[in-house]
């Protein structure tokens, strides 16, 4: 086939520059790691020995990790005093961890995946999956990191009232489990914003309920959550007000199941909150950057879990709102509906 000489020279550019991104990753996770970035917020024009003083790290190394940063646009660079800055914009998503836009944790997610690709190219040729539980640590605390500043933003204020008369029922005093709750970000900001209700996260991996327990404790609000261990399809309790799924629904074996197992579960007056990755029904609506991220999050994580489940129906990311929808009615749910949405999240609602 003849070559598009100008096409071969775009790709060739796009490619370098991702290899590049790949690279920087690792450094975004040192940068966190370190406090580097913490150190150059606020402080503004900043030699590498300035840096490393303040951190308690080699200069040799601050001063390359700066040049690296320079290179892609994360700090700024002047050459006649030789010094870096960090702007306010990129302190913003890589310093203030109370900010919306804090992103280090994505980029502990992208380095725990990368260290685990043997793991995945293997079940690409067996077909069989890849546990949430057999990747690497630092996607656990890289995935509550990413998602919780998301979920501080939007959960209290935006998602919960979104859905009919819940946020009346949690005012009041309800019960709310938190399948799937992880290091339990969401089912503590729920319990710090709703006082007098009560609060159960369920997690079938024991090394995340044991730092939710510790999170809850550091949070105040221990007394009104637990966590346990406990699978979607097994987790106890009847009447519960409000059930909520985060971002974990298509990683399940049998979502169907899980659907039902939630529906024998809630009072039946009670709410399904499905929270899942923002995607449109066909691939090439998906075909963008949130979309992309999705996507190769999903094959390398998502896809693999559920792989590695009973069923294995493997809805991926970017299942999308319609085929959620046959998932929750075929679990016998009957009333389904989009009940706001962000850039980056689809909140559903489901109901007996």
Same mark, same amino acid.
């Given at each position: 086939?003849?070559?598009? +000489?100008? @096409?071969?020279? +775009?790709?060739? &550019?796009?490619?370098? &520059? +991702?290899?590049?991104?790949?690279?920087?990753?690792?450094?975004?996770?040192?940068?966190?790691? $370190?406090?580097?970035?913490?150190?150059?917020?606020?402080?503004?024009?900043?030699?590498?020995?300035?840096?490393? @003083?303040?951190?308690?790290?080699?200069?040799?190394?601050?001063?390359?990790?700066?040049?690296?940063?320079?290179?892609?646009?994360?700090?700024?660079?002047?050459?006649?005093?030789?010094?870096?800055?960090?702007?306010?914009?990129?302190?913003?998503?890589?310093?203030?961890?109370?900010?919306?836009?804090?992103?280090?944790?994505?980029?502990?997610?992208?380095?725990?995946? $990368?260290?685990?690709?043997?793991?995945?190219?293997?079940?690409?040729?067996? %077909?069989?999956?890849?546990?949430?539980?057999?990747?690497?640590?630092?996607?656990?605390? &890289?995935?509550?990191?990413?998602?919780?500043?998301?979920?501080? *933003?939007?959960? !209290?204020?935006?998602?919960?009232?979104?859905?009919? %008369?819940?946020?009346?029922?949690?005012?009041?005093?309800?019960?709310?489990?938190?399948?799937?709750?992880?290091? %339990?970000?969401?089912? #503590?900001?729920?319990?710090?914003?709703?006082? /007098?209700?009560?609060?159960?996260?369920?997690?079938?991996?024991?090394?995340?309920?044991?730092?939710?327990?510790?999170?809850?404790?550091?949070?105040?609000?221990?007394?009104?959550?637990?966590?346990?261990?406990?699978? /979607? @399809?097994?987790?106890? &309790?009847?009447?519960?007000?409000?059930?909520?799924?985060?971002?974990?629904?298509?990683?399940?074996?049998?979502?169907?199941?899980?659907?039902?197992?939630? $529906?024998?579960? $809630?009072?039946?007056?009670? *709410?399904?909150? #499905?929270? +899942?990755?923002?995607?449109?029904?066909?691939?090439?609506?998906?075909?963008?950057?949130?979309?992309?991220?999705?996507?190769?999050?999903?094959?390398?994580?998502?896809?693999?879990?559920?792989?590695?489940?009973?069923?294995?129906?493997?809805?991926?990311?970017?299942?999308?709102?319609?085929?959620?929808?046959? !998932?929750?009615?075929? %679990?016998?749910?009957?009333?389904?509906?989009?009940?706001?949405?962000?850039?980056?999240?689809?909140?559903?609602?489901?109901?007996?």
């Amino acid at each position: 086939m003849a070559i598009d +000489e100008a @096409k071969l020279e +775009e790709f060739v &550019g796009r490619a370098v &520059g +991702e290899m590049g991104a790949a690279m920087n990753a690792a450094l975004v996770v040192i940068g966190d790691k $370190l406090g580097l970035y913490k150190a150059m917020a606020g402080a503004g024009p900043l030699t590498s020995a300035e840096v490393a @003083k303040r951190t308690g790290c080699a200069e040799r190394y601050v001063r390359e990790w700066l040049a690296a940063q320079a290179a892609g646009g994360y700090v700024t660079y002047d050459a006649a005093a030789r010094t870096y800055t960090l702007p306010p914009e990129q302190a913003s998503c890589l310093a203030d961890e109370s900010s919306p836009t804090f992103l280090p944790g994505g980029f502990q997610v992208v380095a725990a995946v $990368l260290k685990d690709e043997h793991k995945v190219a293997e079940a690409f040729r067996t %077909g069989k999956g890849v546990g949430w539980h057999e990747h690497d640590p630092g996607l656990f605390e &890289g995935t509550e990191r990413f998602f919780r500043p998301n979920y501080a *933003t939007h959960l !209290v204020s935006e998602w919960i009232p979104a859905l009919e %008369g819940v946020a009346a029922k949690l005012e009041a005093g309800a019960r709310v489990a938190d399948v799937g709750c992880g290091h %339990g970000a969401s089912t #503590i900001l729920m319990a710090a914003a709703y006082p /007098s209700s009560t609060f159960v996260g369920f997690d079938y991996h024991e090394p995340s309920i044991s730092w939710a327990r510790k999170a809850a404790s550091r949070a105040g609000v221990g007394g009104r959550v637990c966590f346990e261990v406990a699978s /979607s @399809k097994a987790y106890p &309790g009847k009447g519960y007000d409000l059930v909520a799924f985060f971002d974990c629904l298509h990683d399940m074996g049998d979502p169907v199941g899980a659907a039902r197992h939630v $529906l024998s579960t $809630l009072d039946r007056d009670g *709410t399904w909150m #499905i929270v +899942e990755p923002f995607a449109a029904d066909g691939v090439e609506q998906n075909l963008n950057p949130v979309g992309r991220v999705y996507y190769s999050a999903s094959t390398m994580i998502c896809t693999p879990a559920s792989l590695a489940q009973e069923v294995g129906l493997a809805l991926g990311a970017q299942a999308g709102e319609a085929r959620l929808r046959e !998932v929750v009615t075929a %679990g016998g749910f009957t009333r389904f509906r989009r009940a706001t949405e962000t850039p980056f999240n689809l909140v559903l609602e489901a109901r007996p």
